[in-house]
């Protein structure tokens, strides 16, 4: 049985972001958060739960394809994924709950589509958490690509309707695409155009009353505190402490979906 999900407690995890992005609250370190949790919330937590994570390779994040059983750590990559799934297993042994890595390096929005069979609707998830956007972007400036914010946004969608037709109860967590400044691969073309597929991504997650995970945000406030080079060197992939701060920003995200 489905845990029902207040939408206002998702906006409030929306404000709380942006109120992390002007610097009056920070994100907590993942022990401060699990103490906060454990002694002002009482979770909702089901015994089973299928999680999903679905993206490109920011996502990927170098996993091995042949370990695709849930909860197998050569399956979950080296990324935040990795990160977010050791802490909720450490924290909830009392659950069989199934995590999944299905992201891909590379890929695009109508390239998860064209996998979305095999890598979403088969495996039944209870919770969805996608990542895209960077590549719907990134691979236009080598030619590769000759897609539009309107395109990534309608492919979006299409994607989110064809899940939610088949499972109407499944609960989403949707990441922002990022771009942290500074990095090697990001130069005065990324924007104001990468602005356009960021807001894409927000309105479809405000529509789809998905969880918001506002990873420019957590990257800009990094950076106030170290360079590029120490969170995400190539300003898309991140590095040990970046996946480490998108994991955390994540795992805030998650907790409100079991918030009563």
């Known amino acids: 049985m489905k845990t029902d999900i207040k939408s206002t407690e998702r906006r409030n995890f929306i404000k709380s972001a942006s109120l992390a992005s002007a610097g009056l609250l920070g994100f907590s370190t993942l022990q401060t958060v699990t103490a906060a949790t454990n002694e002002t919330l009482k979770p909702l937590l089901p015994r089973k739960l299928t999680v999903l994570f679905q993206g490109d390779s920011?996502?990927?994040?170098?996993r091995d394809r042949g370990h695709y059983y849930p909860n197998d750590a050569k399956g979950m990559?080296?990324?935040?994924?990795?990160?977010?799934v050791s802490h909720i297993m450490a924290q909830h042994p009392d659950t069989d709950w199934a995590m999944y890595n299905r992201g891909i390096s590379g890929n695009k929005v109508y390239q998860l589509a064209d996998r979305w069979n095999d890598d979403c609707m088969q495996l039944q998830p209870d919770v969805l958490s996608i990542l895209i956007g960077v590549n719907d972007f990134w691979h236009k400036l080598n030619g590769n690509y000759?897609?539009?914010p309107a395109i990534y946004e309608k492919d979006l969608r299409a994607l989110l309707d064809r899940t939610l037709k088949q499972y109407p109860d499944v609960k989403l967590v949707l990441g922002q695409p990022f771009a942290v400044k500074g990095g090697t691969a990001i130069t005065e073309k990324w924007f104001p155009e990468f602005n356009a597929y960021q807001k894409a991504a927000e309105k479809i997650a405000k529509d789809y009353d998905a969880v918001w995970i506002p990873y420019q945000e957590v990257f800009d406030n990094a950076l106030k505190k170290a360079p590029a080079s120490y969170w995400c060197p190539d300003g898309v992939h991140p590095s040990i402490?970046?996946?480490?701060l998108m994991a955390e920003a994540w795992i805030q995200g998650f907790n409100t979906l079991f918030e009563i």
Do not use: Q, S
């Open 77 to 84: 990559g080296l990324g935040y994924v990795f990160n977010i």
């Open 58 to 62: 920011i996502t990927d994040a170098g």
């Open 241 to 244: 402490p970046g996946a480490f």
């Open 146 to 148: 000759n897609g539009t």
